[in-house]
């Protein structure tokens, strides 16, 4: 257990429409992290929160957004569903930015299946 | 280009016998180098965390390797066990930079 809660754990959406995927970071850590795994392939970084605040984002539009909350839990949010954003959507969460040493700690997931 | 390439893409081996994955990165200036095993289905699990001036990190029966100036790390998994069958994935951060780097991971399968 990483102490890392992802929800819901699996959902389907139909294209267009928008989901909210949530995420409850380790206790104490500041930072969290969002990345999309399709399947086969390895995890790509879709952004990263710390302290409330985006402070690093990968290439992905506009339409992939996030929050995180004071208890440091965050969100991701996407709009305007395609069939290309099926995947595996992980978050992540540390204390301090990636770059630091620090573990990084995984989700297990939410697995998002546009039909 | 990915930054960080690992090989083989895949490989079968024995229980009870020994393997060694790859992985080689450009990420410039590198700041760790992280290996972590992948289930099927599951988020994935850290394994070991390496600076630039750590040669050599273990975990049990996994062992990593690193080499900061030609770029290259290896995880030497020892005496295999069925449950070592996943994907490894090797993973690069850089020291001025806020993301990090996937490879897209070594699928291990462990047959008995």
Redo the contacts between chains.
């Keep these: 257990e990483t102490g890392v809660t992802q929800s819901p754990t699996h959902l389907i959406k139909t294209r267009g429409q928008q989901v909210t995927l949530r995420c409850s970071s380790q206790s104490g850590h500041n930072t969290v992290s969002w990345y999309q795994q399709a399947l086969g392939q390895g995890p790509q970084f879709i952004f990263q929160y710390y302290r409330e605040e985006e402070n690093g984002r990968g290439n992905f539009p506009p339409r992939f957004s996030g929050l995180q909350f004071p208890n440091y839990s965050s969100e991701l949010n996407v709009n305007a569903l395609e069939l290309d954003d099926s995947a595996l959507y992980l978050c992540a969460s540390s204390l301090g930015g990636l770059f630091s040493g620090n573990t990084i700690y995984f989700g297990e997931g939410s697995w998002l299946t546009v039909v | 280009k990915n930054q ?1 390439e690992q090989s083989p893409q895949s490989l079968i081996i024995l229980e009870g016998k020994n393997c060694t994955l790859q992985c080689n990165y450009t990420v410039s200036p590198f ?2 180098l ?1 290996w ?1 095993k992948q289930d099927t ?6 394994l070991t ?1 390496m ?1 630039f001036s750590e040669n050599t990190k273990s975990n049990g029966r996994y062992t990593a390797t690193l080499d900061a100036d030609t770029k290259q790390s290896s995880l030497h998994i020892t005496a295999s066990q069925l449950s070592d069958s996943a994907s490894y ?1 090797c993973v690069v ?13 070594t699928t291990v399968t462990v047959r008995a």
């Design positions: 960080v700041s760790n992280r972590y289905g599951r988020g994935p699990v850290s965390i600076t994935i951060s850089g020291s001025n930079d806020y993301k990090l780097s996937f490879g897209a991971g």
